[in-house]
Nanobody, 116 residues
Framework: VHFVESGGGLVQPGGSLRLSCAAS????????MNWFRQAPGKERELVAT????????NYADSVKGRFTIFRDNAKNTVYLQMNNLKPEDTAVYYC??????????WGQGTQVTVSL
């Protein structure tokens, strides 16, 4: 299993970013995908989930209506569109699957900083 997250950066409050996660080493189209985030001094938290066929999505209450998770199974890539960003969204963002977490594997993540 291998994840490469990208797309993070510094953005002002109210701005937008789109994160990407290129996955390899497993049957991508057969697995639900998740985005997690970890802010300094806090535990990693689940942000969003998309089913393997993109038929269903779920979001943490803190990001509902602002973030959208979607995937392209032809490209083995999952995305997180983040709009109306707030300072409290500042964190390192990671993609994952249930099996990867069970194996203790995480990618390098991508840093998102929301600040004036």
């Amino acid at each position: 299993v291998h994840f490469v997250e990208s797309g993070g950066g510094l953005v002002q409050p109210g701005g937008s970013l789109r994160l990407s996660c290129a996955a390899s080493g497993f049957a991508f189209s057969s697995n639900a995908m998740n985005w997690f985030r970890q802010a300094p001094g806090k535990e990693r938290e689940l942000v969003a989930t998309v089913t393997n066929d993109a038929g269903s999505t779920n979001y943490a209450d803190s990001v509902k209506g602002r973030f959208t998770i979607f995937r392209d199974n032809a490209k083995n890539t999952v995305y997180l569109q983040m709009n109306n960003l707030k300072p409290e969204d500042t964190a390192v963002y990671y993609c994952s699957t249930r099996r990867a977490r069970a194996a203790g594997y995480w990618g390098q993540g991508t840093q998102v900083t929301v600040s004036l």
